[in-house]
């Protein structure tokens, strides 16, 4: 679930382009009383109105989809059932699409710290840094985000304050039978974005939420489809492995 953008446009990898007009006016140096200084740069609050007006636009954006699992082949009567496969470094790696990252680090035996590329935004390079956590358990498989923050200019990490975004992507199966056995993932993603520059502040949160909420839910009808190939391939392909090794050669 890897994100990166130019100047002007927002890409998910492997998941189309996205302008990303409607949001960036939330991404401003924010007016306080009086002026602050950020490096060689200050900046001046027109009114006191301005930090009364501020508003907090929801964008939502949910998947649930559901695909038959493939039929993998037994070695003299052992199974490897995906709930096995997903309690793997390998498949964790792959949920979290490790290959797309600037960097990947383990926190804890679950929670990973995930640095995405560096990317330009409104003439500023920043790096998005995501603190997952992944829950294996017997019947499911649930990711989590932590934190979302962003790394880079003082400018741009002051936007850190500004916004709140939840993530979790929980992923269940069914394989009491081989024929209906079945993989379901249920992903919510909610972004919580503080207004406070104009004209912005002076419309209806609405005229951010309505096309923010389009763009998430694009990106989702995307992104979902796209992660669930990848993880059958990558169960195929696990399994095949494990009945390589126990397989007499």
């Given at each position: 679930?890897?994100?990166?953008?130019t100047?002007t446009?927002?890409k998910?990898?492997g998941?189309g382009?996205?302008?990303?007009?409607?949001?960036?006016?939330?991404?401003?140096?924010?007016?306080?009383?009086g002026v602050?200084?950020v490096g060689?740069e200050?900046?001046?609050?027109e009114?006191?109105?301005?930090?009364l007006?501020?508003?907090?636009?929801n964008?939502?954006?949910?998947?649930?989809e559901?695909v038959q699992?493939?039929?993998?082949?037994n070695?003299?009567?052992?199974?490897f059932?995906?709930g096995?496969?997903?309690?793997?470094?390998?498949?964790?790696?792959?949920l979290l699409?490790?290959n797309a990252?600037?960097?990947?680090?383990?926190l804890?035996?679950?929670?990973?710290?995930?640095?995405l590329?560096?990317?330009?935004?409104?003439?500023?390079?920043?790096?998005p840094?995501?603190d997952?956590?992944v829950?294996?358990?017997n019947?499911?498989?649930?990711?989590?985000?932590l934190?979302?923050?962003?790394?880079?200019?003082?400018?741009?990490?002051q936007?850190?304050?500004?916004?709140t975004?939840f993530?979790?992507n929980?992923?269940?199966?069914?394989?009491?039978?081989?024929e209906?056995?079945f993989?379901?993932?249920?992903i919510?993603l909610?972004?919580?974005?503080?207004?406070?520059?104009?004209p912005?502040?002076m419309?209806?949160?609405?005229t951010?939420e309505?096309?923010?909420n389009?763009?998430l839910q694009a990106?989702?009808?995307?992104l979902?489809p796209?992660?669930?190939?990848?993880l059958?391939q990558d169960?195929?392909?696990?399994?095949h492995?494990?009945?390589?090794s126990?397989?007499?050669s």
């Open positions: 679930m890897i994100l990166s953008t100047t446009n927002t998910w990898h998941c382009s996205f302008s990303s007009s409607d949001i960036l006016p939330v991404l401003k140096p924010r007016k306080k009383i602050i200084k060689n200050s900046y001046r609050r009114s006191e109105s301005d930090e007006n501020t508003k907090k636009a964008l939502s954006a949910s998947r649930k559901r699992l493939p039929i993998i082949p070695y003299e009567g052992k199974k059932p995906i096995e496969f997903l309690s793997q470094p390998c498949a964790i790696e792959a699409n490790t990252l600037k960097s990947f680090q383990c804890s035996p679950n929670t990973y710290r995930c640095t590329q560096r990317l330009k935004l409104l003439n500023f390079e920043v790096a840094v995501l997952l956590r829950t294996p358990t019947q499911d498989c649930t990711v989590e985000m934190s979302c923050k962003f790394e880079g200019s003082k400018i741009m990490e936007q850190n304050n500004h916004f975004a993530m979790r929980r992923m269940s199966w069914d394989t009491s039978s081989d209906d056995s993989l379901e993932v249920d919510k909610n972004l919580i974005l503080e207004i406070y520059t104009r912005f502040t419309m209806p949160v609405s951010v309505r096309p923010g389009l763009m990106l989702l009808d995307r979902v796209l992660l669930l190939q990848q059958l169960y195929s392909k696990w399994v492995q494990q009945l390589d126990v397989s007499p």
